[in-house]
């Protein structure tokens, strides 16, 4: 992954995580979503998918290896 399309991605994140904790919740992941047209349990698989140590938040760099 290119440095530009990190720090795109990493730009991404922090404005989904909006309680700034450094982790996407379900509900924060779902509201993000919702802005791009994927649906409340479509959120949830994905959530599933990104969360690779199962603690029920999507660290960072969860997300960046997700989205490779």
Do not use: H, P, W
């Amino acid at each position: 992954m290119s440095q530009d399309r990190k720090q795109q991605l990493t730009k991404l994140f922090e404005q989904i995580d909006k309680d700034k904790s450094g982790y996407l919740s379900l509900s924060e992941l779902k509201e993000g979503c919702a802005k791009i047209g994927i649906t409340e349990s479509e959120a949830q698989a994905v959530l599933s998918k990104m969360d690779v140590n199962q603690d029920g938040k999507v660290s960072v760099s969860e997300f960046l290896a997700y989205m490779k």
